[in-house]
């Protein structure tokens, strides 16, 4: 294809691109050799969205994955008219993906130059990035994510070590459901006001999220940190009053060092996330910092979410999914799988979900990951259910998945792309999805199940409120987590447990899948139990796909 466009349209490429390109002050520019669809892109146009390159065919498909599913129609549309001819131009907006995974809202116009025969030749545009723009917070007057990472930049490129810390409340929506919003609005003025006497005057402080802050400090080492932080902590969850009451507020945090350059800062800030997450998990608002520590005396884990993140920018190189079947528990007939997800390389070899799945969950790269996983899934899958028409392919999403806007277009543009039944797709959620709006949830599920959908709770048994979550959500499925499994065979009380939470799933018009399942003797129990389906190392172990169709599929 190269080879197909002369060297002399190539130059006057290059001469019309340098003459848009000074006119487009602070915006990106694209120039389109339309005869050849052939494009130059401004270089920070493809950093920013993680473009293949600053030349390149095709250059509208490409930026079409990009863009926001809900808003791919309207751009497709347009681009088809511009290239047919029909329209001279675009002046839209459109929500497009940086090489985070993040959307940011961008506006961009783009005419059309025509030959002497009066033919479309060259399509020339700006977009303009409103993401990077707007990055004040309204409510607390701090800068917000955008402008955290943009000085996070300036600290890398100058290579300037710094220590940065998270600061959160938990369940703050309980503030808001018990006060109201103007309460809680007032709880965190006064939040803000605490934060700005302990830490102004020794570091940068950012709203990042929600109830979720960020210091960034040139000055105080970790462990001035950690002691400014406990007196914060008492005094907020101690002493904070708004109109003579007490809201109880939780305090959490994480901290750790910024000296890693050659490290992506969004994978450095996913790492504090999950230590803020670990924070959270112990409950007592201890801070946890986040030690760059040889993790089981091999690799650095820092390092390793940092090179899985450049194999998800760089097309999910290295995944692949494995596949666990699930069994009927009367029958022991195939039901149908789980995937799960691995990640392989020459130097890490192959690792386990465990070890990156909880920290770049939290990622917003991996809403790119997470749909490639459902595309690859139902992909693979399709062959067998030629053989199992009623075969169930279980995915799982997490948190970030679901939180974003995009998440039901995005499921369904993947089954008509791969022409994938929706009855035979179920998402497994967990229970940390309950920290998103429940009206949400229940929304992104109504939306689904409407076209077939199903979806599964999964890890039942494993946090405090699930019995309340099955009651609101109506999964069709619910996991019962392997915990339940382990000691079956010692303890009655778990076989007891396990018929009781059969029932009850029952009653919540839910059916009942057993995992972990090992042995021979477990499953004999399990089956008196009232289950429907079982998983598990017994039946098999999770596969790579050409195992599963070697060992359950006739041709
Ligand atoms: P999960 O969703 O609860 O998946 C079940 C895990 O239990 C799998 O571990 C599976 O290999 C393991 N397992 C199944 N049967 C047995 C058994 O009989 N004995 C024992 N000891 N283990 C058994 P895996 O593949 O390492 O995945 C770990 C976790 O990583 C998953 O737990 C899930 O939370 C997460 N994960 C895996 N793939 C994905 C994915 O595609 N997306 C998301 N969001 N999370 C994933
Ligand atoms: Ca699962
Ligand atoms: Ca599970």
Not at 100 to 107: D, L
Not at 154 to 177: C, D, P, Q, W
Not at 462 to 468: A, F, K, M, R, V
């Amino acid at each position: 294809m190269e080879n197909e466009m002369g060297k002399e349209r190539k130059v006057i490429l290059d001469k019309l691109y340098h003459a848009f390109e000074i006119v487009a002050e602070g915006s990106y520019v694209y120039l389109c050799d339309m005869k050849y669809d052939y494009s130059r892109w401004s270089e920070e146009a493809v950093q920013y969205f993680g473009l293949p390159g600053k030349y390149m065919y095709h250059a509208g498909d490409i930026w079409e994955e990009h863009i926001h599913p809900e808003d791919q129609a309207s751009y497709h549309e347009s681009i088809e008219a511009i290239f047919s001819g029909k329209d001279l131009g675009h002046d839209m907006q459109y929500r497009a993906m940086d090489r985070e995974g993040r959307y940011v809202v961008c506006t961009c116009q783009g005419t059309v130059l025509w030959d002497k025969d009066e033919k479309p030749d060259y399509f020339v545009g700006s977009i303009r990035n409103h993401g990077l723009v707007n990055s004040l917070d309204s409510l607390t007057g701090f800068q917000n994510q955008y402008g955290l990472f943009q000085h996070l930049n300036v600290l890398y490129s100058k290579r300037e070590k710094a220590n940065i810390m998270m600061i959160g409340i938990g369940h703050f929506s309980t503030v808001n459901e018990m006060w109201g919003y103007d309460f809680g609005n007032i709880v965190i003025h006064k939040l803000v006001q605490r934060l700005k006497e302990a830490f102004q005057n020794v570091g940068v402080l950012y709203r990042v999220d929600g109830v979720k802050f960020v210091l960034l400090s040139r000055t105080l080492s970790l462990e001035e940190l950690s002691k400014r932080y406990e007196i914060l902590r008492k005094e907020i969850s101690e002493k904070l009053e708004v109109d003579g009451y007490h809201p109880s507020l939780q305090v959490y945090a994480s901290a750790m060092e910024v000296k890693a350059f050659e490290v992506n800062p969004q994978a450095m800030y996913s790492c504090l996330e999950y230590a803020y997450n670990l924070s959270k998990e112990k409950g007592n608002g201890e801070l946890h910092i986040f030690r760059d520590q040889i993790d089981e005396g091999r690799d650095n884990l820092l390092t390793l979410v940092n090179v899985v993140r450049k194999s998800v920018e760089d097309h999910c190189r290295g995944f692949l999914l494995y596949y666990q079947p699930i069994i009927d528990a009367n029958t022991h007939k195939l039901r149908g799988a789980e995937a799960l997800l691995r990640w392989q390389s020459a130097e890490y070899g192959m690792v386990p979900p465990g070890k990156f799945i909880p920290i770049i969950e939290n990622d917003p790269i991996f809403v790119r990951l997470g749909e490639w996983i459902f595309r690859r899934a139902m992909e693979e899958i399709k062959p067998c259910l030629k053989e199992y028409p009623e075969f169930v392919l279980n995915v799982n999403v997490s948190y970030v998945q679901l939180r974003q806007d995009s998440f039901v277009a995005m499921v369904k543009k993947n089954l008509d792309s791969t022409g994938y039944p929706p009855e035979n797709l179920c998402i497994e959620i967990t229970e940390r999805c309950k920290l998103i709006d429940i009206n949400r949830l229940l929304g992104i599920l109504s939306e689904l199940h409407a076209i077939g959908v199903r979806f599964a709770l999964d890890d039942f048994g494993t946090g405090y409120s699930s019995l309340n979550i099955l009651n609101q959500l109506k999964c069709d499925v619910v996991k019962i987590d392997k915990v339940f499994v382990d000691h079956i065979t010692e303890e009655t009380k778990n076989a007891e447990l396990l018929s009781v939470m059969s029932h009850f799933a029952e009653i919540c018009g839910s059916k009942v899948c057993v995992e972990g399942v090992e042995t021979q003797e477990q499953c004999e129990i399990i089956e008196q139990c009232g289950v429907d389906s079982i998983q598990g190392y017994y039946f098999s172990r999770p596969i790579p796909i050409e195992s599963f169709f070697a060992q359950f599929m006739c041709q």
